[in-house]
């Protein structure tokens, strides 16, 4: 691209600038924050999406910052967009967004200030290149801009609000938007400027003025504390600073982009600009995958895990659309982690566990892949030939269910050749079988839920007692019926209460919250369980007698018994992760857990299943390390300070700068918020129930502890007794007992299919007599009632040998929704160009399922049993019109 006569004075590495952009705001007064995880806190999102986001309860007023002015770079994801992603300048699903933030301090006229200085001072953009849009209502921040900055009138664009005026959502913290854009091409003039020709301008810089609240009315009030929230994209001010064209030749993906054209042995330069933008996609969507799974996500196909499958799966497609077949990926995250490593130090940390994903997950895609491509392809050009150009929701189905195609991929495939999805009958086919979480929102929603967001400014957050005390008095700052705040609440309803301080363990790092009740003279309020919205604990249950005012003091008292079973199940998940790590493979790390009153659960990154051995070894190091007496050693210390020590974190988790460490001394020692107890002889027992995969690469592991390791052998004790009654055996001759009947199942089962199929030819032979001719063959069309799929095929090959020339098609229900479909064709009918997989395949469509096989003989099932005489009345006509 040529430059025009005002050059940039100045070029610097992608890493330059995120260190100078750090750097400027913290000799600002700024303290600099690390990225925090691409697994956000807010349940609202299922990845982080914006560099706010981490502060969000900052500026909700659910918590206090620990500073007045914060720096970061912060990683995010965004999937919106992705069809755009290689397509144009500036797309990405992994972004770095640099920000500085305000909390109450300072406002407007110093972030413009600022904005400006680090553009024109630090990058030494020239102010000829820059213009800068305000929303068209804020003549303060325009009169800044002009009159303090000097920015030209005619190069301040006033914008309407769909552009310039943040909102959290319906209701909440907003305010206007001022953002700077550059300008590739000064010498096109001043005249009719447009910000939105993205091949002249584009915006780099956004600044936030968080100054209203807006109520349900619509109603507009300043807030008492007014914040500055800003993003700079790191991406974009490099594309300008390298003087590239686009983001993705910029010092921050290109190396990435090398190392997938190297494996293709293509020169990025000399590609066409298809194979330039496979490689683009490539570039970006690797180093997305690289972080999201340094942050703890693994691929599935439930919520983030399925991004992240979807995001590798694309990854494979391009990598073959240039030529690179077999496995490939791992080899270009070494390029991406080179690049990720200083700045995100997990990232190299994490390297080994990252390769170990994308190389399982990459396995079990080319698997599948090649038989999938032939498919598509074939359903690619028969639907090009229809009247629809529509692939259907069962074939696309097929090809998720089967073959592991994302629907996303499948529909941009079809759009690459001009057709579309049936995407209602896709979810019609999925629905029996899928289990998708909710689409990720792509807008930040800073409303608290409920009736608690009408309640944040007034009541301050909840005091946390229960490290120290199971019992307290509380003075009810708010209740909830439904969702709504009422000044009180009587007997029989069901209530959400926020107490000034509490006892009770708020629901969080997988333990469950406290049990328990609230007391007062006439009153009790039974507790079921207690969440945390932010630093808010809201306490849920069920007033048993009196009336509850707001303002009014209880007794909070939890349940001791209920606590001590939580205590001794949350430090069992300590000891089997450190029994896992010490005995099976040190880089097993938590990918999620459960700590019930009854159970507990432990899911962990690891890439087989424990053998029956391992598993016992584990059970008995933790019941060794119970038996020794370990004592808890429970200290709060600055996060290096614990990551020095060796104290392990879970990954995806955000921690504080102040975090809690759980210690018992040569064991473990676990950053953890959760209640333990004091000594590892408090346990008692630990029995591990299960070990199973989950998903791919992640186990479970469910256990017991402490009581309820009694009332599972209890329970276990009373059905071997019970066993032992009705088998009259010894319990240690059970499992031959059982061998013996199993053996004595199967083979009457045998004998059954046996009679099955002997009763199937029976039956079909009395359907020669019903054979009908037609052009010098013969076809027979029937059901058979009860037949299985097996018989039905042979019963359709013994009246096929016995007709000589002609075909049979044969239909059964064998058992509820399960419907059986066989077509048997001989070499006369084939030459009329109708073949038994093809044809059978079609009639099955109609029940509701599919199938194929030989041309001579084929077989297909469906769902709907109700459709099957529809069917084979339409497998009738069709052969009378084929061989007619």
Known sequence: MAQSPLSIATTMTGAQIRQTFLEFYAARGHAIKPSASLVPEDPTVLLTIAGMLPFKPIFLGQRQSDVKRATTTQKCIRTNDIENVGRTARHHTFFEMLGNFSFGDYFKEQA?????????????????RLVVSVFREDDD???????????????????????????????????????IYYDFHPELGDDHLDLEDDSRFIEFYNLVFMQYNRDAAGTLTPLQNQNIDTGLGLERMAQILQKVPNNYETDLIFPIIEAAAGLA??????CDEKTKVSLKVIGDHVRAVVHMIADGITASNVGRGYILRRLIRRVVRHGRLIGIEGAFISQVAEAAILLAETPFPNTRER??????ELDREEARFLETLERGEKLLDEILKRESESKTK?????????????????????????????????EAGFETAMEEQRQRSKDAHETIDLTLQGGLDTLAEHIHTTTFLGYRETSSPSRVEAILVNGTPVDQAEAGQTVQILLDQTPFYAESGGQVGDRGYLSGTSLVVRVQDVKKDSDFFVHGGRI????????????????????????ANHTATHLLQAALKKLVDPDISQAGSLVAFDRLRFDFNGPRALTADEVQQVEAQVNSWIAEGHAAAVTVMPLADAKAKGAIAMFGEKYSAEVRVI????????????????????????????????AAGIRRIEAVAGPAVLEYLNLRDAVVRDLSDRFKAKPEELPDRVTSLQNDLKTAQKELETLKSELAVLKSD????????????KIIVAELEGVSAEALKTAAERLLQKLGAGAVVLGSVSEPDKVSLVAAFSAEVIDQKLQAGKFIGGIAKLCGGGGGGRPNLAQAGGRDASKLPEALHSAKQQLLEGLG
């Open 390 to 422: 529509q692939i259907s929701g069962t074939d696309a189905f097929v090809l998720y269910d089967t073959y592991g195609f994302p629907l996303e991929l499948t529909q941009e495939i079809a759009e690459e050749q001009g057709l579309s999805v049936d």
């Open 663 to 694: 210690d018992f001394p040569g064991v473990s020692m676990e950053l953890c918020g959760g209640t333990h107890v004091s000594n590892t002889a408090e346990i008692g027992l630990f029995k591990i129930i299960s070990e199973a995969g989950v």
């Open 141 to 179: 921040a325009f009169a800044i801009w002009r009159d303090q900055i000097g920015v030209p009138a005619h190069r301040i664009q006033r914008m309407d609000e769909a552009d310039n005026f943040w909102a959290s959502g319906p209701t909440g913290p907003c305010g206007p938007c001022s953002e």
């Open 112 to 128: 413009i200030a600022w904005a400006w200085e680090l553009s024109t001072e630090v990058f030494k953009l020239p102010a000829e």
């Open 766 to 777: 009395q359907l020669l007599d019903s054979a009908e001719a037609i052009g010098g063959l």
């Open 265 to 270: 042995g293509l020169v990025y330069g000399e």
């Open 351 to 356: 390297a080994a566990v990252i390769k170990a």
């Open 544 to 567: 048993e007698r009196g009336t509850l005012a707001v303002g009014e003091m209880v007794t909070a008292q939890i349940d001791q018994a209920c606590r001590r079973r939580a205590q």
